[in-house]
């Protein structure tokens, strides 16, 4: 089964940056689209951006422009980053990696904290 574990979440100033990475492993990921997604507290868990194995990219309107997903492919695993930029109190949230089709989705990694303040 496969497994998410991500990183890199931290405490940012309003216009910082984060790096945030996953490790994805137990499954070959080849041909899967892989995606991050958030969940702000009292909010429902959203889709940010995805990735194909190709590296064609899709993004959520609200991070657009300021976000960047990106992958580094390997067999039987794979590195899934988000580069946050022009961070906004409005991005704070719990930051996951999973597969970018929700119905491939089995369960979820602990997730990264990313707190956006001054």
């Known amino acids: 089964q496969a497994q998410f574990v991500e990183s890199g979440g931290g405490l940012v100033q309003p216009g910082g940056s984060l790096r945030l990475f996953c490790a994805a492993s137990g499954s070959s990921f080849v041909g899967r689209i892989l995606g991050w997604y958030r969940q702000a507290p009292g909010k429902q868990r959203e889709m940010l951006a995805t990735i194909t194995t190709g590296g064609s990219t899709n993004y959520v309107d609200s991070v657009k422009g300021r976000f960047t997903i990106s992958r580094d492919n390997a067999e039987n695993s794979v590195s899934v980053y988000l580069q946050m930029n022009t961070l906004k109190p409005e991005d704070t949230a719990v930051y996951y990696c999973?597969?970018?089709?929700?119905?491939?989705?089995?369960?979820w990694g602990q997730g990264t904290q990313v707190t956006v303040s001054s």
């Open positions: 999973n597969y970018g089709v929700t119905w491939r989705i089995r369960s």
